[in-house]
């Protein structure tokens, strides 16, 4: 996506370190500040009244030990 918005063919909702290095360059320039969150890290969303697989859960207790 960030390839295709340098290249002019559109604009990229990517995450901010992914068009990092463009912005800096002046390749790429962020619009919509309003709505983009001043939030660092990642964001895990997923059913919590559901049956979550082994996997998935082994997942989750790891994310939440190391946020």
Same mark, same amino acid.
Not at 18 to 23: F, G, L
């Given at each position: 996506m &960030?390839s /295709? /918005?340098?290249? $002019?063919? $559109?604009?990229a909702f &990517?995450?901010e370190n992914? /068009? %990092? !290095?463009? #912005?800096n360059?002046g390749? +790429? #320039?962020?619009i +919509? !500040?309003?709505?983009?969150p001043?939030e660092a $890290? =990642?964001? +895990?969303? =997923?059913? *919590?009244y *559901?049956?979550?697989? %082994?996997?998935?859960?082994a997942?989750v207790d &790891? &994310?939440k !030990?190391?946020n």
């Open positions: &960030v /295709a /918005a340098t290249q $002019g063919m $559109g604009i &990517v995450p992914y /068009a %990092k !290095e463009q #912005i360059s390749n +790429l #320039i962020t +919509l !500040e309003d709505w983009c001043d $890290g =990642f964001h +895990l969303y =997923f059913p *919590r *559901r049956h979550m697989s %082994k996997s998935l859960s997942f &790891v &994310v !030990e190391h």
